[in-house]
């Protein structure tokens, strides 16, 4: 047969009672993340900023002592994902600023410009031009209030505030997409662009996918920003007969060596089906809350062939190793009574992180099927 045959088997929340050893074994971390990405946000008033870690680590301060006396002194809350949890396609740490009023989200918006204008001055973080940078996210639904009727108003907030606005392509259809917005200029210019972002979100806040928007911060493991020469954006460009400004940014084919071909068809691994990528994130980003924060965990086994562990598994268990520091699952492969040609594979932790855990798991099952049908016959 060409297909794979796994015999995946799924079975989820675990029982909290019956199942506390299995999940002692991987709730080693706290199931809210410690920088508080990821949690549920039912505030009316939010704001979305993509930090670089040198902004991230000025707004949080020494000891945490910069973001404590921003959240008492405006009353908002504000969380940042973890370390190495970033916006795909970037390399910053998502804050996730929220508050009962927009004055309140404005005055965060005003010491977040500040703690980026101290950043430039110091020569740490800046464009081309010497200018400080912030991009923050924004619901799809709330961008149109931004760019406004023919790009009248977009264009309007760009000549009052002296900034450049780029807006990047929605990440899906729904009105719950994401969609990127970088804003290079002065401090002050910065500070009214972001409160006119806090004024156009707050008012789609009744709309039913909004609580999900918020609280899901939609990053990453781990992925890095694209090449320079791999992004390109185009200054003043025309839309509805105003201007506006897009960006857009161009993947390259992956190397060969991360594409494993196996047979079946003549699937490639690693992306010539966007398609179902697109539907894979579509999926996920749709998910609310608190689905993705269920502590009692996700069961998730297949059954894989004995000969093909050796290479699941990596020299001295390495593969499956980095496999559970990068997810935070625990990965077991046990033998199966009475069959000694197959072995159970088992992977328990919270519902993301599992199925991330199982398509990186299967990459290395086709990778190691590809590495024995190319060895040379015995």
């Known amino acids: 047969s060409s297909h794979l045959h796994t015999h995946t088997q799924t079975t989820g929340p675990i029982d909290p009672i019956m199942a506390t050893k299995r999940r002692s074994e991987w709730e080693e971390r706290p199931a809210k993340r410690a920088g ?53 396609g970037t390399d910053c740490r998502v804050l996730t600023a929220s508050a009962a009023s927009e004055p309140a989200l404005i005055e965060v918006a005003a010491q977040v410009s500040q703690k980026l204008a101290e950043v430039v001055e110091a020569g740490r973080d800046q464009d081309a031009n010497g200018l400080p940078t912030l991009k923050t996210v924004l619901p799809r639904a709330a961008v149109s209030g931004m760019i ?165 598994i990596g020299r001295g268990g390495s593969g499956t190793k980095e496999i559970q520091a990068n997810t935070g699952t625990k990965i077991g492969i046990r033998e199966i009574p009475g069959d000694p040609d197959n072995r159970s594979l088992n992977i328990t932790g919270p519902l993301a992180d599992a199925c991330a855990a199982y398509m990186l798991m299967m990459k290395r099952y086709l990778e190691a099927e590809a590495s024995e049908a190319s060895a040379p016959a015995r």
């Not at 409160?195 to 039913?208: K, M, S």
Request: glycine content about 14%.
């Open 36 to 88: 508080g990405g990821g949690r549920r946000v039912d505030a009316p008033c939010v704001l979305k900023i993509l930090a670089p870690e040198v902004l991230a680590s000025a707004i949080i301060g020494k000891g945490g002592a910069v973001v404590k006396e921003i959240r008492e002194s405006t009353g908002a809350k504000l969380a940042f994902t973890d370390h190495g949890e970033v916006y795909p």
């Open 148 to 312: 406004g009727r023919g790009g009248a108003a977009i264009k309007q907030l760009r000549e009052a505030t002296g900034c450049k606005i780029s807006i990047a392509e929605p990440t899906t259809g729904g009105p719950d997409a994401d969609q990127v917005i970088t804003i290079v200029g002065p401090k002050r210019g910065i500070e009214q662009v972001l409160a006119e972002v806090v004024r156009v979100v707050h008012g789609a806040h009744a709309e039913a996918w909004f609580e999900g928007w918020a609280s899901n911060p939609n990053t990453v493991f781990g992925q890095s920003r694209p090449p320079r020469e791999d992004r390109r954006v185009g200054w003043g460009a025309e839309a509805a007969g105003g201007e506006y400004y897009q960006e857009t940014s161009h993947r390259r084919e992956p190397p060969a060596s991360d594409r494993a071909a196996w047979r079946g068809g003549g699937a490639v691994v690693g992306g010539s089906n966007p398609n179902a990528v697109a539907n894979l994130m579509s999926v996920a980003s749709s998910l609310p809350s608190f689905v993705l924060d269920d502590t009692r965990g996700f069961a998730l086994s297949c059954i894989v062939p004995n000969r093909l562990v050796g290479g699941l």
